[in-house]
């Protein structure tokens, strides 16, 4: 019997928004089998009903398109809520006898300024999925009742690597598992929410649940960082739990639009912002990135009178912000001086990237660091946090100082400002000496681990096979 | 009124109209092999008129006391006393103490005092009986560090003059009978040293009554937990049991695999559900407890029958345990701390036993068991688990009461 690579895309094909870093991997993982498998049946994707705890079966045409709206759209977002009302409503509109439509149609207006008015409340709260939007997207090319459940094989292997603390029951992964027989490979990308659960919105309970029965349902989990192997194995260890195989996996540094995405729009608001040199902090904004040592450095570096760049943080607003952003909006000592984007396309990020003076990434905990992999790979040094896996990802071309030591911080980056050479030279190293990480080779990566559990390996493997590029330790 | 001396008047600080937890069912028992000796049997029951005992109903001879009014003992006020406290107030009060007599009569064989609680109504009775009855004191725990562990456990400090006083009514208990009983050989050493010269201790263990379920029941009970393997926890709601489930786990139950699960019934299930180790990891123990609460009999008979194994996390108490006779006559797997074992030290060696130290080793042990076939009893383990019937085990006590009224 044949072996299939089940690859679970529940999160790629439910993710509206652009692309963070768990929906990265996926996403490029996806990208380079859709590249080697056109014409082999030995990879199927599929998606995760979670009320009806079934897998079902998605063609690899299906998830080919939404690859291809995920690039034109340079991973920014192609619908809101408005748009998905709009979409429901003219739906609906077909059902309601054409008498009643007047009436109908001023209901729908007022229901579209309601959600206006609460967008901008909601939009803090929103989680980043919801299984609703999940719905709409498949019904782009069908809805559940057009696929065919997926019918898991002894020799087969189920790879997931999503927001499947969100999206995954690992308990039917689970029972499936031990029904048909097939090996499993997740994906550990930290353990946070268990080590500092006032840090994150996940309730820390439920993530630590998704960490021990990711143990319990995994052949092998790979993990972003040693770091994240080391939490992820001392937390099962401590809760007693079963601790499977796990490796580390390097993630790509470079952003997939760098090749794709046409050249930014003048007009962007990325590009409005760079009218004075800055520095940017790629992160999604909420309290464990620490953006708040960066606004007290900015306002310390203000009261010193130093000049300051432009700081950007390029972002979503997360959890536990709002009076951090309102901090930003009402202080008028740093009006303009610091500026946060959300939203921002991959094309966007690369140009930002490019014309930065260097980066900042002062975060409390990482499961890796990716965008200081990714600054680096845009040739600009990074300042970074001393914690957690971040000098891992930063290696010996970023400088390091503790996320708690504000005084320190502000030295540093005042030096930098004040010294453009310095800042220079440390680019000029970072552009010579930074070997970056393809997302293509990190996808033959995981695909390696999937297929070293196939009793027999599937036979669609490329010239890539022999490619040998460093990135995965197992023990 | 004609006065047997075949006669046994039984002080109990339970009902007994439906026993539920350990200490009513061993009180249950007791009066059962005393009729089945072919004594009568007068019981008459003293106990907090909790919702607990209420629901159960009350017999003729049940005399419950208003919870408010046992507050205190002698002054001190605290909770978890109201079982101490039944004993005063059931002195304090002379209509029932008229009723108590006129139900005794002018004679009898024995005073049986079931625990130390009710001593100042014993000490009452004999008073006014002629001398010559025999005091039998059950002690079903040592109790006073019991109640020492249980205030720690909810951090009621300045309790001392009260643990000594428990201590004094235990060993005054002891000192006045000429029969005392005890359920583990340790608890029997200890009582050795308190009784009265001429007094003795005798081993009466705790046991079980085979059960048998009924189809329907079975049937109903495995279309609501599946066919995947559960371990069973039965057990009241006294809070050593809910302390004993936590320690003896560990931080969590991650050791269990996703398709496993504890059932729980009893009282403890209500407790355990609301203690803050659940809610730490509350959805990984939603999906590995089945948290049942109290349960009618024939539903506890099919959940032991549909078990595939007994766990029994005692991490602290006195005494021997009921869940520990059921658990060993099972023909279950059974994984028990070693405090569980106390009292059962003979069957150590039983087919499919295995004592394990409680945290990450005893979790560790239940998930592995869920995962080991059921076991195949062979006649010599049979006949092993055949000892731990209520007729065998309290055979001892039958034996002492017929050797003190010869003697006498």
Request: hydrophobic share 50%.
């Given at each position: 019997m044949t072996a299939i690579v089940w690859v679970n895309v529940t999160t790629l094909m439910s993710w509206v928004r652009p692309a963070v870093g768990v929906v990265r991997v996926e996403q490029e993982y996806v990208r380079w089998l859709l590249s080697q498998t056109h014409t082999e049946p030995t990879v199927k994707f599929v998606v995760f009903h979670p009320k009806?705890?079934?897998?079902?079966?998605?063609?690899?045409?299906?998830?080919?398109?939404?690859?291809?709206?995920?690039?034109?759209?340079?991973?920014?977002?192609?619908?809101?809520?408005?748009?998905?009302?709009?979409?429901?409503?003219?739906?609906l509109t077909r059902f309601i006898p054409p008498a009643f439509l007047p009436k109908a149609r001023d209901a729908g207006l007022m229901v579209i300024r309601t959600i206006r008015f609460f967008r901008g409340r909601l939009r803090q709260l929103r989680r980043p999925i919801v299984w609703s939007q999940a719905r709409i997207e498949c019904s782009i090319d069908g809805s559940f009742a057009d696929l065919a459940p997926a019918g898991f094989g002894q020799s087969d292997v189920f790879i997931s690597m999503g927001l499947d603390w969100d999206q995954l029951d690992l308990p039917v992964v689970y029972r499936a598992k031990q029904r048909h027989g097939f090996r499993v490979v997740l994906m550990c990308y930290d353990a946070i929410p268990v080590l500092f659960p006032h840090l994150v919105v996940a309730e820390s309970g439920r993530f630590g649940a998704h960490l021990v029965e990711l143990g319990w349902c995994a052949d092998h989990v790979m993990c972003i960082s040693q770091s994240t192997r080391r939490d992820f194995a001392a937390f099962l260890e401590q809760m007693g739990g079963h601790i499977p195989m796990t490796s580390v996996i390097r993630l790509g540094d470079q952003l997939p639009g760098d090749s794709r995405v046409q050249q930014t729009a003048a007009d962007s608001e990325a590009l409005r912002c760079a009218d004075r040199p800055f520095v940017l902090y790629v992160s999604t904004i909420e309290r464990r990135k620490n953006h708040e040592l960066l606004y007290r450095a900015w306002v310390r570096m203000r009261d010193h009178g130093i000049d300051v760049p432009r700081l950007i943080f390029v972002g979503?607003?997360?959890?536990?912000?709002?009076?951090?952003?309102?901090?930003?909006?009402?202080?008028?000592?740093?009006?303009?001086?610091?500026?946060?984007?959300?939203?921002?396309?991959?094309?966007?990020?690369?140009?930002?990237y490019e014309h930065c003076l260097f980066t900042l990434y002062p975060s409390l905990y990482e499961g890796w660091g990716l965008p200081v992999t990714e600054s680096l790979a845009h040739g600009k040094f990074c300042l970074c946090s001393t914690a957690a896996s971040i000098p891992e990802a930063g290696g010996s071309l970023c400088e390091y100082l503790d996320p708690w030591d504000l005084p320190t911080w502000v030295d540093r980056i005042s030096t930098l400002i004040q010294n453009p050479h310095e800042v220079a030279s440390r680019n000029a190293r970072v552009r010579q000496e930074f070997a970056p990480q393809k997302w293509a080779d990190t996808a033959f990566r995981i695909h390696e681990v999937a297929t070293a559990l196939c009793p027999k390996p599937p036979s669609f493997h490329s010239s890539q096979q022999s490619m040998r590029t460093p990135g995965i330790h197992c023990d | 009124m004609s006065q047997s001396p075949r006669r046994v008047v039984v002080l109990g600080s339970y009902p007994v109209k439906q026993p539920r937890h350990g200490g009513q069912l061993r009180l249950t028992e007791i009066i059962a092999a005393y009729r089945e000796s072919g004594y009568s049997v007068v019981s008459v029951n003293c106990f907090p008129a909790s919702a607990f005992y209420l629901q159960g109903g009350c017999g003729g001879n049940d005399f419950p006391a208003p919870l408010h009014e046992l507050g205190q003992y002698r002054g001190f006020r605290a909770p978890f006393i109201e079982d101490l406290a039944c004993g005063d107030w059931i002195v304090s009060r002379p209509g029932y103490l008229r009723r108590i007599r006129e139900l005794v009569g002018g004679g009898c064989a024995a005073i049986h005092l079931e625990q130390p609680w009710l001593l100042p109504l014993a000490r009452e009775l004999l008073q006014h009986l002629p001398s010559g009855i025999a005091l039998i004191y059950g002690s079903q725990n040592i109790e006073s560090p019991l109640k020492e562990a249980i205030f720690d456990q909810y951090k009621f400090s300045g309790a001392e003059p009260l643990i000594r006083s428990i201590d004094d009514l235990e060993r005054q208990a002891a000192a006045l009978a000429d029969i005392v009983l005890a359920v583990t050989s340790q608890d029997a050493a200890k009582l050795a040293g308190w009784i009265k010269p001429k007094g003795r201790v005798v081993l009466a263990g705790n046991g079980i009554r085979p059960w048998q379920a009924s189809a329907q029941a079975i049937e109903r009970w495995r279309a609501r937990l599946g066919d995947r393997p559960f371990g069973l926890y039965a057990a009241s709601g006294h809070p050593p049991n809910v302390k004993g489930f936590v320690e003896s786990f560990g931080p969590?139950?991650?050791?269990?695999?996703?398709d496993q699960r504890i059932v729980v019934a009893g009282g403890v299930a209500d407790q355990l559900g609301q203690h803050p180790w659940f809610g730490r990891w509350g959805p990984l123990h939603a999906r590995r407890l089945e948290l049942l609460g109290v349960l009618a009999q024939t539903d506890l008979d099919?959940?032991?029958?549909?078990?595939?194994?007994?766990?029994l996390p005692t991490t602290s108490g006195g005494g021997s345990h009921l869940k520990t006779a059921e658990a060993l006559y099972s023909g279950r797997h059974v994984i028990a701390t070693p405090l569980a074992m106390r009292g059962f030290e003979s069957f150590l060696q039983l087919t499919g036993l295995q004592v394990v130290s409680p945290g990450l080793e005893f979790a560790r042990a239940v998930g592995q068991s869920l995962r080991k076939k059921p076991l195949e009893l062979g006649d010599r383990s049979c006949s092993e688990r055949n000892q731990?019937?209520?007729?065998?085990?309290?055979?001892?006590?039958?034996?002492?009461?017929?050797e003190h009224e010869a003697c006498r």
């Open positions: 009806k705890k079934a897998f079902y079966e998605v063609s690899a045409q299906s998830v080919q398109e939404k690859l291809a709206r995920r690039d034109v759209g340079g991973g920014a977002a192609t619908t809101t809520a408005e748009d998905r009302f709009k979409y429901f409503a003219k739906r979503m607003p997360g959890w536990g912000v709002s009076d951090f952003l309102a901090d930003l909006r009402l202080d008028h000592r740093i009006a303009g001086d610091i500026v946060v984007l959300n939203q921002v396309s991959d094309g966007e990020l690369h140009w930002l | 969590s139950l991650a050791a269990l695999a996703p099919a959940l032991r029958v549909l078990a595939h194994s007994f766990v731990l019937t209520w007729s065998s085990t309290l055979a001892p006590m039958i034996k002492a009461l017929a």
